[in-house]
Structures are given as structure tokens and as C-alpha cells.
């Protein structure tokens, strides 16, 4: 990405709002996924403010960085996938393909599997002969480079959660579930997820089930199909939480977790990082996007940003568009979004290899979506 002369990003104040007036109004809070379906009618709880750590630092000035963020969308041939949210969306090592898996339409759990081609600019369906994962929404995926495979944990369907499991070898055209070795995480959906590609290793924390929000963190080799549970002894941790994004940070080997939704406040805004040597959590300056959950933040392919579009906020479905800066520890706004989609939640996102994000579907509000959106900074 190309450097202007003069910095055109700015730094921008926190609009944090933890909705304590309408909480107090209302007795209770919106409950906004977790535990099914967010167009359920609210589940009252009791007021629960997260954890703080006594002091945090600064945030530094932010270093020259692009200056305009340019949304194109595109049309693409053949048989689209139907609108759907909560789905996942992971893109080969090249940068060439997308494998679109799962996600929910009108309520329903949905396990079919799309593959786009970036330089056709095409969608096909898949179909796979043998086992397949069962339908389901709210899971995560990852792409494993030496593996040439999706790798897909957890999720849910209608009121069954899952802990499973499996991986889409791109070259055979098969699913196979992995025997996790070892105890591993209790079945859930709503959690944050990535992969150190380096050391073949997924990053697993938080989210969601029958007993409630999870703030365990979870590391599966994908050599050894070994799980560990990483989640520190002592010290702090992220609020339980879920329908938040994890990246993982490959310079500082360590996870950035941002925002979601926990008992009683519907959405988080605080910013945290886990050092996955030292198996610590330590907050973060959150002076950035405003509270939200189910909003996308892909990093920047080997560069030291992450993108993060969108989300449902206290305002409703947004449309923002920030990066986070993992050099400096600061968010970053451009000074101008041309063109950029439709305000959204539950979309995903990937960065490609060729330097633009690739955006798909999600709900905007009023109905689950199908479009299909490139951006580029400049």
C-alpha cells in the first residue's frame, strides 16, 4: 500500500456507551445473540460491569498511514449464494479462491459450501460426496496454508452447540472431521478465532452456550490435533463475552480481542491483547469504534493493520470503517469512505493476498444479504 507524503488519517475520541440509562429504564438488558437468536424477545439479567485493570497506557501517536478507503462492489456471474449472516469466509493462501461456508437465512441453519473465484469473479457451489459438517451458524474457520485446508470449529443450530472439529482439504474436494487429542473446549458458538501460520496453531476464546459466556482461551495444533487450554492461573481476563473478533498478531505473538456482548451490557467496547508466550491478558487503550458486536476485523495480509467494518452498535447496524494500527496501539478513521456498502452486522471479511478485503453478506438491519464488496486503501 502506498504511503501519502503527510499522514490523512485521525485519531478519533471514544464514543463509549454503555447504555446505563436504559438499563436502569429498563430493568434489564437486550441480550443481542448470544444464547440464539437476536430477534428473540430481550432476556432480562442483571447488570454486570467488566472487569478493569487499575491503570492502562497511553495511546501514542499513530504513524503515517493510508489516507482514503475505496469500496467498489461487485457483481459477480453465475448462481449467487443466497442472502444469509453468521457465516464464515476464509481465502487461500493466493489469494485466488474463497470458500464461503454456512451461516443462517430466515432462522435456518445453513451447511452448504460456495467457492468464489477472484480472478473470474465467479461463484459456484460446492458439492462434496461423503461426510459433511452438520448445518450450522456462529462458527469460526480459518484457512491452514501447509494443510491446503478450511479448518472449521464450533457454532450452533437452532438449540444444539457444537465442538466439533473439520477440515475442507481445497484439493481433494472432501470434508473429515478431526479427532481433537487431549480435553479441548466446550461446545459453543460466538467465539473469536485465528491461526498463527508459522507455527500451525488456532487461537480459540470466549463465546457462548446453554450454561452461559465463556472467558477461556484455547490453542489446537493443527500437526499434533492436540488441544491446550491457554487461559491464565491468575490475573486478568476479558469479561466473559461473545459475537467479538480475535486476530493474531504475528510481530508481537499475541491476540487482539475487541468488544462484544456479556451480561448485562449488550455492547462492549474495551480492547484487549493475550501474549501467547507469556499466557497473559492485558488491557488496552480503547479510544476508537464505538461499543459493538458482530462487526469483521481481518488484519491487513503481512502488514501491521487490522480492518474492521461495521457491527451493530447502540445505534443500530453500522457502517464504519476503522483499522487498528498494531505497531502503534492506536485506532485509526480515514479522512473519506467512498462508496462503502451498506451499514451491516454478522457479514465477514478477508484480506487477499493481492492487497484489497473482500466483504460478503451479512444483515443490514432488515434482511439478510448476498452482496459481495472489495475494498481498497489508498
Known amino acids: 500500500m502506498t504511503e501519502p507524503s503527510g499522514s490523512l488519517w485521525r485519531q478519533t475520541l471514544s464514543r463509549r456507551k454503555m447504555l446505563l440509562t436504559a438499563l436502569t429504564t429498563l430493568g434489564g438488558a437486550y441480550l443481542a445473540g448470544c444464547g440464539g437468536d437476536e430477534d428473540q424477545a430481550p432476556s432480562p439479567t442483571t447488570t454486570a460491569s467488566p472487569p478493569r485493570p487499575t491503570s492502562m497506557p497511553a495511546a501514542t501517536p499513530s504513524p503515517v498511514a493510508p489516507g482514503r478507503a475505496v469500496w467498489r462492489q461487485i457483481v459477480p456471474s453465475g448462481a449467487l449464494p443466497p442472502p444469509r449472516r453468521d457465516h464464515s469466509l476464509v481465502a487461500d493462501d493466493a489469494g485466488d479462491r474463497l470458500w464461503l461456508f454456512g451461516g443462517r437465512a430466515s432462522g435456518q441453519a445453513l451447511n452448504d459450501l460456495w467457492l468464489y473465484d477472484v480472478q473470474q469473479s465467479a461463484w459456484s457451489r460446492v458439492t462434496v460426496d461423503g461426510q459433511t459438517p452438520d448445518a450450522r451458524f456462529g462458527h469460526n474457520a480459518v484457512f491452514d496454508i501447509p494443510g491446503q485446508q478450511m ?12 465442538a466439533d472439529v473439520w477440515a475442507f482439504d481445497v484439493a ?4 473429515s472431521r478431526i479427532a481433537g487429542e487431549g480435553e479441548g473446549p466446550a461446545a459453543r458458538y460466538g467465539a473469536g478465532a485465528d491461526i498463527d501460520p508459522a507455527d500451525g496453531v488456532i487461537y480459540l476464546s470466549h463465546g457462548f452456550t446453554h450454561d ?7 490453542a489446537f ?3 499434533s490435533h492436540q488441544w491446550q487450554e491457554q487461559s491464565p492461573s491468575s490475573g486478568l481476563r476479558p469479561v466473559k463475552r461473545c459475537l467479538m473478533r480475535i486476530a493474531f498478531d504475528p510481530e508481537r505473538r499475541r491476540l487482539i480481542l475487541f468488544a462484544g456482548q456479556t451480561d448485562g451490557t449488550p455492547f462492549l467496547g474495551d480492547l484487549w491483547q493475550f501474549d501467547t508466550g507469556e499466557r497473559q491478558w492485558s488491557e488496552l487503550p480503547d479510544v476508537g469504534p464505538s461499543p459493538r458486536n458482530l462487526y469483521s476485523m481481518p488484519r491487513a495480509g503481512d502488514g501491521p493493520l487490522l480492518v ?3 457491527g451493530d452498535t447502540e445505534a443500530g447496524v453500522n457502517d464504519e470503517l476503522w483499522l487498528y494500527d498494531l505497531q502503534q496501539d492506536v485506532w485509526l478513521q480515514p479522512e473519506s469512505q467512498d462508496g462503502a456498502p451498506s451499514a451491516r452486522r454478522s457479514h465477514d471479511a478477508v484480506w487477499l493476498s493481492s492487497g484489497s478485503m473482500l466483504l460478503f453478506g451479512g444483515d443490514d438491519g432488515g434482511s439478510e444479504v448476498n452482496d459481495l464488496w472489495e475494498l481498497t486503501l489508498l
Open 172 to 175: 481433494g474436494g472432501a470434508w
Open 212 to 218: 452461559g459466556r465463556f472467558d477461556d482461551t484455547w
Open 221 to 223: 495444533g493443527l500437526s
Open 151 to 162: 479448518v472449521v470449529f464450533g457454532g450452533q443450530k437452532e438449540g444444539d452447540f457444537f
Open 308 to 310: 474492521l467494518f461495521g
